[in-house]
């Protein structure tokens, strides 16, 4: 199954997004957070972001969907040296994060929920 990492500056709020996107998931996609600084603090860590894709990889790949800032930019730096099978998704991060886990808990390749998580985009709320 293709794994999900949330990073963002806070850790609670990585916490929070992950949490929501696991129960729409159905409780079948492996939502991991890597929010905050290595601290505990406002930021992000390479770290904590290894972490989370080791934890999430069920061996199908890993997306990844970041808040902003540093957030992007460590996830870029990851992913290029994470070569193959672990993909940073221009999505919106809350909406983004409900898609990929809904249509990883399906069974989806890689490609599949990266293209749900960007899709997110469109999603209009008015």
Do not use: W, Y
């Not at 390479?46 to 957030?71: K, P, Q």
């Not at 730096?77 to 990929?100: H, I």
Request: glycine share 14%; aromatic share 0%.
């Amino acid at each position: 199954m293709v794994g999900i990492v949330v990073i963002a500056h806070s850790r609670t709020l990585a916490e929070g997004v992950a949490e929501v996107a696991r129960a729409m998931g159905v409780g079948k996609a492996v939502v991991e957070p890597a929010g905050g600084d290595v601290h505990g603090g406002l930021g992000t860590s390479m770290e904590r972001l290894e972490r989370a894709v080791r934890a999430a990889d069920g061996g199908d790949g890993v997306v990844v969907l970041a808040d902003l800032g540093s957030s992007v930019l460590t996830a870029k730096a990851f992913v290029a040296d994470a070569g193959t099978g672990v993909v940073l998704a221009d999505a919106p991060l809350v909406e983004g994060a409900v898609a990929a886990a809904s249509m990883a808990a399906t069974g989806a390749d890689l490609c599949t929920v990266v293209q749900a998580a960007e899709a997110a985009r469109g999603h209009r709320k008015t």
